[in-house]
């Protein structure tokens, strides 16, 4: 998966998934601009490792709910590099686990902005500096596909918000650019170190055909594959990496 010369944005880019995608691009050779929100730290660091090995990286601060940040950290990457061929948007979260009858109109609408508007936000900047082959990566969600666990049925609908706008977004901009998005399933990261009890976790990892969880690692190298040339008739795809927990 030969990126070199090419150009990515990964949002959240500072920690698990988001991170190990930046370092994934930046071994195959693409220049990266990483986003982060509160991870300063694994950002910087990543740009330091880039840096190190030879490779080109820069971090940005930056809120992806507001257009006006998403706009800067495009505008800088252009400013830097020339123009965009990859977004890999990773940016989201749960926030906390609500029940729908104990849930504020504030939270539903705090969890969609993470999730499905952070989406259209990034796509919308950074649709007029794509270049020709350029591709749109997302990270849905098994969630999206199965409802979700206890309490999180608006993230689970935030994320298949995300899976329906891929398959619309790769109508809509294709042939120039291919839209895909991957669907993890139970991914070591702190996601589930906040937000997952340990029992679950280890019952969710006994049942699947693997008898495991996943690594941010093994999701970057399919983001990084569904990115790349190698992927070029693949878009519309909502690509399930979860053991084998769930099949679709």
Same mark, same amino acid.
């Given at each position: 998966?030969?990126?070199?010369?090419?150009?990515?944005?990964?949002?959240?880019?500072?920690?698990?998934?988001?991170?190990?995608?930046?370092?994934?691009?930046?071994?195959?050779g693409a220049n990266v601009a990483i986003n982060y929100f509160q991870s300063s730290e694994g950002a910087d660091?990543?740009?330091?490792?880039?840096?190190?090995?030879?490779?080109?990286?820069?971090?940005?601060?930056?809120?992806?709910?507001?257009?006006? &940040?998403?706009?800067?950290?495009?505008?800088?990457?252009? &400013?830097?590099?020339?123009?965009?061929?990859?977004?890999?948007?990773?940016?989201?979260?749960?926030?906390?686990?609500?029940?729908?009858?104990?849930?504020?109109?504030?939270?539903?609408?705090?969890?969609?902005?993470?999730?499905?508007?952070?989406?259209?936000?990034?796509?919308?900047a950074v649709i007029p500096f794509l270049n020709e082959g350029s591709s749109i990566v997302s990270i849905a969600?098994?969630?999206?596909?199965?409802?979700?666990?206890?309490?999180?049925?608006?993230?689970?609908?935030?994320?298949?918000?995300?899976?329906?706008?891929?398959?619309?977004?790769?109508?809509?901009?294709?042939?120039?650019?291919?839209?895909?998005?991957?669907?993890?399933?139970?991914?070591?990261?702190?996601?589930?170190?906040?937000?997952?009890?340990? &029992?679950?976790?280890?019952?969710?990892?006994?049942?699947?055909?693997?008898?495991?969880?996943?690594?941010?690692?093994?999701?970057?190298?399919?983001?990084?594959?569904?990115?790349?040339?190698?992927?070029?008739?693949?878009?519309?795809?909502?690509?399930?990496?979860?053991?084998?927990?769930?099949?679709?």
């Amino acid at each position: 998966m030969n990126l070199k010369g090419k150009t990515a944005i990964v949002t959240g880019g500072g920690r698990d998934i988001g991170r190990a995608c930046v370092m994934r691009l930046a071994k195959e050779g693409a220049n990266v601009a990483i986003n982060y929100f509160q991870s300063s730290e694994g950002a910087d660091s990543a740009v330091a490792e880039i840096k190190a090995a030879g490779g080109n990286a820069f971090a940005m601060q930056g809120d992806m709910t507001k257009q006006n &940040e998403v706009k800067a950290l495009v505008a800088a990457t252009v &400013e830097a590099y020339g123009s965009v061929d990859t977004l890999m948007h990773v940016s989201g979260g749960i926030v906390k686990r609500v029940s729908i009858a104990d849930m504020t109109l504030e939270h539903w609408n705090k969890v969609m902005e993470l999730n499905t508007t952070s989406f259209f936000l990034a796509v919308n900047a950074v649709i007029p500096f794509l270049n020709e082959g350029s591709s749109i990566v997302s990270i849905a969600s098994q969630a999206g596909r199965d409802g979700g666990g206890p309490g999180a049925a608006v993230y689970a609908a935030s994320k298949g918000a995300m899976t329906t706008l891929t398959r619309g977004l790769a109508k809509e901009l294709g042939p120039k650019v291919r839209v895909n998005a991957l669907c993890p399933g139970m991914i070591d990261t702190d996601f589930h170190n906040i937000f997952s009890k340990p &029992e679950v976790r280890t019952h969710v990892a006994g049942i699947t055909p693997l008898k495991r969880e996943g690594t941010p690692d093994e999701v970057a190298n399919l983001a990084v594959f569904l990115a790349s040339d190698e992927a070029s008739f693949i878009t519309g795809a909502n690509v399930d990496i979860n053991g084998g927990l769930l099949f679709s």
